[in-house]
């Protein structure tokens, strides 16, 4: 019984270190594809969610591949992350091996671009830039309660060093994000006061307007991966998050930044 059980537990590790090391090479092969076709600096992170891998790779029908490439260089800013999770991935297992793959059909595919607050602030021209999502209730402009409470999709604070008249001054702004069609309009609407906040009360009116419109500017033509159009814009911890998802597609692994 004893050697029966050392047995059983050998034949399962072995089992373990086939499927993962299967995933692991399909996942390098995808990576390669993507790179090669994207014209990328440096390997995408691919992982194959699921378990076992050989069981989706013997049906063709993968649940969940999530594609990462960081460091994406822009027009509009220094560089960016783009992710992308497709579901429901048809693609025979000899296409992942010989690396043929290219085009696949998919159930569902999920893209979003990440925008660091470092590069946000080379984009506006404030080198110190800092993002937020603003408490839930902001209705007064000074956060509400103070409360963390939930992110408010749209909703952010910006907070940086900008001029003000004479004087370099650290503010913090409320801003929306609007999307129009395939932009991002950042448009600040007023100072924050909130607990996230660093704005200075006495900056006067005069001043008030120029100051919020160097926090505010456009993100022009934003397509995620694979061409996905964005839906949804908001803040997630540092970052612009844009994003978008579309059903029941064919996508080209060599457009991965395409439109």
Do not use: C, W
């Not at 793959?101 to 979003?112: A, F, H, K, S, Y």
């Amino acid at each position: 019984m004893r050697k029966l059980i050392i047995g059983l537990v050998s034949l399962l590790a072995l089992a373990l270190v086939v499927d993962f090391g299967a995933a692991a090479y399909s996942e390098y092969r995808v990576s390669r594809a993507i790179r090669e076709g994207g014209d990328l600096s440096s390997d995408p992170q691919v992982t194959f969610h699921g378990f076992p891998f050989l069981t989706q790779a013997a049906d063709g029908k993968y649940q969940n591949i999530e594609i990462k490439a960081s460091d994406v260089p822009t027009d509009y800013v220094g560089s960016t992350t783009i992710e992308a999770n497709v579901r429901g991935v048809s693609v025979p297992l000899s296409d992942l091996i010989d690396g043929t793959v290219n085009t696949v059909p998919v159930d569902r595919l999920e893209g979003r671009v990440r925008i660091e607050a470092t590069d946000l602030g080379q984009f506006l021209g404030i080198v110190d830039l800092q993002v937020s999502a603003p408490p839930a209730d902001k209705s007064d402009g000074t956060g509400g309660s103070g409360g963390s409470g939930m992110t408010t999709n749209g909703g952010v604070v910006l907070t940086g060093t900008v001029p003000v008249g004479p004087i370099q001054t650290k503010v913090s702004v409320q801003a929306d994000l609007v999307l129009d069609g395939d932009s991002v309009n950042i448009v600040a609407s007023d100072f924050y006061f909130g607990p996230e906040g660093d704005a200075d009360f006495s900056i006067p009116d005069f001043a008030k307007p120029a100051v919020l419109g160097l926090f505010t500017k456009t993100v022009d033509s934003q397509t995620l991966p694979f061409g996905i159009l964005p839906t949804e814009v908001r803040a997630e911890g540092s970052q612009i998050v844009i994003e978008g998802s579309v059903e029941h597609v064919t996508i080209d692994l060599d457009q991965i930044e395409q439109p």
